[in-house]
C-alpha cells in the first residue's frame, strides 16, 4: 500500500528492475526496530490526460496484439499517477481505430476531446520479429515530442509497449518509467518452493 503518497513519492518507493523477495524476511526484521516516517511534500501534481487508443495493425491478424499492447501502455502510464487516460467515450466521433499512416492522423479532431497528449502507434511483422512504430503527440502544439521504432520477438509483444511508456515517462518526468521492471518472488504449485519471475505488473509469469 501507498498510502496515497504524490506521484513522485510513489515512483521512489518501487525498487525497479529486480524486487526480490527472497529479502523480505529481512525487509520485515528491519521495519519491526525502526521508525517509519512518512514526509508530506505537498499535494500531487494534477494528472495530464492522455489518450491510448489501440494500435494499428499493419499486418492483418494483429489486430488483438494491438490491442493488448495499447491497454499495456495504459495500464503503465496509469500506475505512474501522472496521466489520466481519456475515456474512449471522448474519442472523435466516428473513431474505429488508428491508421498507419500518421499523415492521415487528425490531430485537431485529437485535440478537441481536451487530451493533452495522444499514443499513435502501428505494428507490423517481419520474419519472426514484430516491429511497433511508436509517436508521442503534443496535442496542444500538434507536434510529435516523442517517437521510437522497436523490434521484439513475437512472443514479447508486451515488452515494446512497456519500453514506450518509459519513454513517454521519461519526456513528461525527467525519469524513464518502470515499465520492462521485473520482480522475483517463489510460489509453490507442487507444494515446493520455487523461483518465479514476472513483469512488474505481474503478467508473463515464468520460471
Same mark, same amino acid.
Given at each position: 500500500?501507498?498510502l ?5 513519492? @510513489? @515512483? $521512489?518507493?518501487?525498487?525497479?528492475? %529486480?524486487l #526480490? ?5 529481512v525487509?520485515?526484521?528491519g521495519?519491526?526496530?525502526a521508525? /517509519? ?6 499535494d ?24 493488448e499492447?495499447?491497454a ?11 496521466? *489520466?487516460m481519456?475515456?474512449?467515450? *471522448? ?12 499523415? *492521415? ?10 487530451? &493533452? ?6 505494428? #507490423? =511483422?517481419?520474419?519472426?520479429q514484430?516491429?511497433? @512504430?511508436?509517436?508521442?503527440?503534443? %496535442? ?5 515530442v516523442?517517437g521510437? &521504432?522497436?523490434?521484439v520477438a513475437r $512472443?514479447? $509483444? ?6 514506450? =511508456?518509459e519513454?513517454? /515517462? *521519461?519526456?513528461?518526468a ?5 515499465? =520492462?521492471? &521485473?520482480? /522475483? ?23
Amino acid at each position: 500500500m501507498l498510502l496515497n503518497l504524490p506521484p513522485a513519492t @510513489r @515512483r $521512489n518507493l518501487i525498487v525497479p528492475k %529486480l524486487l #526480490s523477495y527472497a529479502l523480505l524476511p529481512v525487509m520485515l526484521i528491519g521495519v519491526a526496530h525502526a521508525q /517509519v516516517t512518512v514526509i508530506d511534500r505537498g499535494d500531487a501534481p494534477a494528472k495530464r490526460t492522455i489518450a491510448v487508443p489501440p494500435l494499428a495493425a499493419e499486418t492483418p491478424g494483429l489486430q488483438d496484439v494491438c490491442k493488448e499492447m495499447a491497454a499495456v501502455l495504459a495500464y503503465d502510464l496509469d500506475f505512474t499517477g501522472l496521466f *489520466k487516460m481519456l475515456d474512449p467515450i *471522448k474519442y472523435p466521433a466516428g473513431f474505429t481505430v488508428l491508421d498507419p499512416d500518421v499523415t *492521415k492522423l487528425d490531430r485537431g479532431a485529437w485535440s478537441a476531446t481536451g487530451a &493533452e497528449f495522444l499514443v499513435f502507434g502501428s505494428v #507490423s =511483422s517481419e520474419g519472426d520479429q514484430l516491429v511497433g @512504430r511508436f509517436r508521442l503527440f503534443d %496535442l496542444k502544439s500538434g507536434d510529435q515530442v516523442v517517437g521510437q &521504432e522497436l523490434r521484439v520477438a513475437r $512472443n514479447f $509483444n508486451r515488452l515494446a509497449a512497456h519500453r514506450f =511508456s518509459e519513454e513517454i /515517462v *521519461k519526456f513528461t518526468a525527467g525519469d524513464p518509467g518502470i515499465g =520492462s521492471s &521485473e520482480i /522475483v518472488f517463489s510460489a509453490g504449485k507442487t507444494g515446493q518452493k520455487e523461483i518465479w519471475v514476472a513483469d512488474y505488473d505481474g503478467a508473463n509469469a515464468r520460471q
